[in-house]
């Protein structure tokens, strides 16, 4: 007969085997180990800035160009596909953090990271799946950090055009690229704070600026609203890829919404049925509708990669929301690369140096040399809607949707996938729906940045 031990608020239960045998070799006497109650965080943060921090992950430049991805979508079909792809996002990182709380519980160990978690379910796994255990380690810290790193690329993008549009306005034309120069300083300023607990005032005051600045975009775009027959409600299906690589990159941060999860001081608030993860995600998803489906009634065809660009220059009110997102995305800047510098230097780079007094400045020469790198990426594609997707095309389709199915298949091989297999055949459907969306939309994607710059 099945037993069930698990924690409490909805967080993944653990099922036994159903024979006495395998449960002597595979768990140890006590199975009442709950990972959360074993974590010990330096600097933990409560829910509330879990909660404004995973906002700020969740809302960057993402939601601004939703206008442009209904563009390539239809006002109808953009509503629709971005209601589904971002309930396919949340149920995915849903199986993503209950499969690593069951791998902590096997192991009994307080956290594992997203990498480790994977190579032991690998490890765990279907035979035929084994073989890829060594290689997942560096295969998913690659991406998580490269994905983080693109993420900040675009960041100065952003900034960049929007501090442009300003000054243009007030001092001087200048290149995008001299904008971008300018950044470096302030991005290294913000990009030296190491501790997302001291980053949680600067979230809490970028979401408040946010929320201040649609106020006033949604302004702009409900004044003169054309007929909504002009725009098209359903448009080519060769348009969809960039579409889903917008969307994607929009809605998921994956990498920063663990690292929360790793720092919170009470982390079963994250994921029950009415915790965080869940009120959070349904927030962002609403604003993404509604600013897509307006801002593509409004725009239509002539919505630019961010909406920030279409709104007039020359208005007060529209310099002051260009003034408040690009504060924000700076913040931004440094949540999103605290994944990167988490990874490469705390996993794999520090550890080189056996004399820890020297661990602080060559953290800070390494924090450097990632904006630097950024700044170099954005020079070289200053086009804001052509990387933003490449980027949640290429990355996102493999950590958001193609890891977690993965990973629950393994998890749930040594226990059952339920009645009529459903978890397996639900996975399996995601797989296939994140390499096909993935290919593609990094086929056109690629192609529309040769395009460009032919």
């Not at 007060?316 to 605290?338: C, N, R």
Request: overall charge positive; glycine content about 8%.
């Amino acid at each position: 007969m099945n037993k069930q031990n698990g924690s409490q608020n909805g967080v993944a239960l653990y099922v036994l085997p159903t024979t006495a045998a395998s449960f002597q070799i595979r768990r140890p006497p006590d199975d009442d180990y709950d990972p959360h109650l074993h974590r010990n965080v330096k600097n933990p943060t409560t829910n509330w800035q879990t909660f404004a921090h995973f906002l700020k992950a969740s809302i960057g430049t993402g939601v601004l160009a939703m206008p442009s991805a209904f563009a390539n979508a239809g006002y109808v079909g953009g509503t629709i596909l971005t209601i589904i792809i971002g309930l396919l996002a949340l149920y995915c990182l849903h199986i993503l953090i209950n499969s690593m709380y069951l791998l902590c519980k096997r192991r009994r160990v307080p956290y594992l990271s997203f990498s480790e978690a994977m190579k032991l379910g690998l490890q765990q796994g279907p035979r035929g799946l084994r073989f890829l255990a060594p290689f997942a380690t560096p295969f998913v810290d690659g991406f998580l950090a490269f994905y983080h790193f693109g993420i900040c690329c675009v960041y100065v993008v952003f900034i960049a055009e929007n501090i442009k549009q300003l000054v243009d306005e007030y001092l001087i034309v200048l290149d995008i690229r001299l904008h971008m120069c300018f950044l470096i300083v302030p991005l290294m300023l913000i990009y030296s704070v190491r501790n997302l607990k001291l980053l949680a005032p600067f979230s809490s005051v970028a979401n408040v600026f946010m929320f201040a600045g649609f106020g006033i975009i949604l302004y702009y775009v409900f004044t003169d609203l054309p007929p909504l027959s002009q725009q098209d409600a359903f448009v080519s299906y060769k348009k969809l890829p960039t579409f889903f690589g917008t969307v994607l990159f929009a809605l998921e941060a994956v990498g920063v919404i663990l690292a929360i999860e790793e720092n919170m001081a009470t982390p079963k608030a994250y994921v029950r049925g009415c915790g965080i993860m869940n009120w959070g995600m349904s927030i962002v998803l609403a604003l993404y509708v509604v600013v897509g489906f307006f801002g593509y009634w409004r725009y239509g065809e002539e919505s630019k990669g961010s909406i920030t660009l279409n709104i007039p220059q020359t208005e007060i009110p529209a310099q002051v929301v260009k003034l408040f997102f690009a504060i924000t995305v700076w913040i931004s800047y440094a949540l999103q690369g605290y994944v990167t510098a988490s990874i490469v230097w705390h996993k794999y780079l520090s550890r080189r140096i056996n004399n820890k007094s020297l661990h602080l400045p060559y953290e800070m020469l390494f924090r450097l040399c990632i904006v630097l790198l950024t700044f170099a990426f954005a020079v070289a594609i200053p086009n804001l809607s052509v990387f933003l997707s490449l980027v949640g095309s290429f990355c996102l389709s493999i950590l958001g949707l193609i890891f977690p199915a993965l990973l629950q298949i393994c998890v749930q091989y040594a226990d059952g996938y339920g009645p009529c297999q459903i978890k397996l055949l639900i996975n399996l459907l995601l797989l296939v729906f994140g390499a096909c969306g993935g290919l593609v939309g990094t086929y056109v994607s690629i192609s529309d940045i040769i395009d460009v710059y032919k």
